[in-house]
């Protein structure tokens, strides 16, 4: 189903186009609308509890949002097989194997460097996905289907991505691939509604 949009207050969003970090909150509100699920929602937390997806040089993930399930969705036994996996964090009630990223950057960041770290993020939530998916099968199989979302504010604009992995060597690669691209304070309802139905498409 498509989502609907009521935005009575459109040209507010203009006092937040210079974001900083106490203004990012009001901007993720802004654009998630209101939510039920609130259980299922995290975000500024460093996924430290989740394997390294390099050689441990880089700092653990932190994505700004993201929607996972609530722990208790997921069966204990693959909980506890697929631990560092899809557990983000030690805190019981974080919800795992994340999905759904938004990650709020202000005009002080390069474009190419928030969409690295967008990458490096949702990759997590790939990985986790995908572990999920191939769970007591013999060999990995790779669709080159996304099973993920990232959303990036930025600037101004949103851009929405796709991400998957494949693996033609010895090791993984993810691939992102944009799907839209919106300049916020020309076309807000539409990418803000895109946005909200891409967030549901991936808890399907």
Not at 21 to 49: M, Y
Not at 140 to 165: K, L
Request: proline residues 6%.
């Amino acid at each position: 189903m498509l989502a609907t949009l009521t935005f009575p207050f459109k040209n507010s969003l203009k006092k937040y186009m210079q974001i900083s970090e106490p203004s990012k909150r009001t901007v993720i509100a802004v654009i998630e609308g209101d939510n039920e699920e609130a259980r299922c929602v995290a975000g500024g937390i460093p996924l430290r509890k989740l394997d390294h997806l390099t050689d441990r040089t880089l700092v653990p993930g932190n994505p700004d949002h993201y929607y996972g399930a609530c722990p208790e969705q997921l069966n204990r036994r693959i909980r506890n097989e697929r631990d560092n996996q899809i557990i983000p964090t030690t805190e019981d009630k974080i919800p795992i194997a994340p999905n759904s990223f938004l990650a709020v950057k202000g005009p002080d960041g390069l474009a190419s460097v928030v969409k690295r770290q967008a990458c490096y993020d949702n990759a997590f939530g790939v990985r986790g996905m995908h572990s999920l998916q191939e769970y007591g099968k013999d060999e990995p199989e790779f669709d080159n289907h996304a099973y993920t979302i990232s959303s990036i504010y930025h600037d101004g604009t949103s851009n929405i991505f796709t991400i998957h992995p494949s693996k033609p060597s010895d090791r993984l690669e993810y691939h992102m691939t944009r799907l839209r691209s919106f300049v916020i304070t020309d076309t807000f309802r539409q990418g803000v509604i895109w946005y909200r139905n891409a967030r549901d498409w991936v808890k399907e």
